[in-house]
């Protein structure tokens, strides 16, 4: 039993999430993007699988794509727990925190600014 459960286990963390390679107009937008989270007080930069994560202190709110992106080619995650809204979509499963925002196009760059001052806020 304790052999299954390990097991099981090791086989969860040895998988990893598909990550989708970024073309050159969403590195330029996530360039932008991590600009402007670099400008905000208190946060930091680290590079993380293909993205990069933004920390306000001590604490994630944000993983950016750098060369790789979650979800999907065109998506960034927000460290967003029980926030629920028609653009945001479950990114890691249910209760892990983060969300993942789709960026459609430029246009898309102020809101996901909105969502991510928001985890700004919340993860301090």
């Excluded at 670099?38 to 709110?61: C, E, H, S």
């Excluded at 890691?92 to 102020?110: H, K, M, Q, R, Y």
Aim: charge should be positive; proline fraction near 6%; hydrophobic fraction near 45%.
């Amino acid at each position: 039993m304790i052999y299954a459960i390990i097991l099981s286990n090791w086989k969860c963390m040895a998988e990893r999430p598909k990550l989708f390679k970024i073309d050159d107009e969403m590195k330029r937008w996530c360039v932008a993007i991590g600009d402007e989270l670099l400008a905000w007080p208190d946060v930091t930069a680290k590079p993380m699988f293909g993205m990069t994560g933004f920390y306000r202190g001590q604490n994630i709110f944000a993983a950016i794509p750098r060369t790789k992106a979650p979800v999907t080619a065109r998506s960034l995650l927000i460290k967003l727990p029980s926030v629920r809204h028609k653009r945001l979509k479950d990114a890691t499963g249910p209760g892990s925190g983060w969300v993942a925002f789709e960026l459609e196009s430029a246009n898309d760059i102020n809101e996901a600014l909105l969502w991510l001052g928001r985890a700004y806020e919340e993860n301090s």
